[in-house]
T-cell receptor, first 115, second 113 residues
Framework: DAGITQSPRHKVTETGTPVTLRCHQT?????MYWYRQDPGHGLRLIHY???????DKGEVSDGYSVSRSKTEDFLLTLESATSSQTSVYFC??????????????FGPGTRLTVL | AQKVTQAQTEISVVEKEDVTLDCVYE???????LFWYKQPPSGELVFLIR??????QNEISGRYSWNFQKSTSSFNFTITASQVVDSAVYFC??????????FGSGTRLQVQP
């Protein structure tokens, strides 16, 4: 199994509070991703990173920011949580975005509830 | 635009039956990759297979087999002699080298004993 951990695994918070989710990898992979999973939508990309301090927006990036100061860590921040951000959040990593080794491996997920 | 459609929301079979999960994709790219992931009740996402657009050879891995047909833009997944442990949500996904995977909405497979 790819060495990917996410913390916390579960969190309940209130509307308007800031929340930071952490993804940590031990594989030294260049690419890291944050997805959210909601019923009927599969997984949708929030943000991704293609290197330290290199990030870009995904399909559903509004209300989220990310940071990557080290290869192994990718942080997802909800500046002011809303109930619509209640979801399961998955981090993923991949070695490459090219022809080979582009499969993404996923962390265990974080279940976030915003009341 | 890219799109993955898994029309079967939920499938229920009895153990030892064969079952096929359908996946239809849309992309204008000529180079792309298709994936299947399994999400068991415990919630993690398990990578099952990757196929690239240049290789239409079908693949078999134990009880699992995949049928890739570019002519119909489909990448179907068959489980032979299903088992209770196969009960999960299965996701098909498409990658074209632009940012990230495009997922289908998933098919929930329930295998009854």
């Amino acid at each position: 199994d790819a060495g990917i951990t996410q913390s916390p695994r579960h969190k309940v918070t209130e509307t308007g509070t800031p929340v930071t989710l952490r993804c940590h990898q031990t594989e030294n992979h260049r690419y890291m991703y944050w997805y959210r999973q909601d019923p009927g939508h599969g997984l949708r990309l929030i943000h991704y990173s293609y290197g330290v301090k290199d990030t870009d927006k995904g399909e559903v990036s509004d209300g989220y920011s990310v940071s990557r100061s080290k290869t192994e860590d990718f942080l997802l921040t909800l500046e002011s949580a809303t109930s619509s951000q209640t979801s399961v959040y998955f981090c993923a990593i991949s070695e490459s975005s090219g022809r080979d080794n582009n499969e993404q491996f996923f962390g265990p997920g974080t279940r976030l509830t915003v009341l | 635009a890219q799109k993955v459609t898994q029309a079967q929301t939920e499938i229920s079979v009895v153990e030892k039956e064969d079952v096929t999960l359908d996946c239809v994709y849309e992309t204008r790219d000529t180079t792309y990759y298709l994936f299947w992931y399994k999400q068991p009740p415990s919630g993690e996402l398990v990578f099952l297979i990757r196929r690239n657009s240049f290789d239409e050879q079908n693949e078999i891995s134990g009880r699992y087999s995949w049928n890739f047909q570019k002519s119909t833009s489909s990448f179907n997944f068959t489980i032979t002699a299903s088992q209770v442990v196969d009960s999960a949500v299965y996701f098909c996904a498409l990658y074209t080298g632009r940012r990230a995977l495009t997922f289908g909405s998933g098919t929930r497979l329930q295998v009854q004993p």
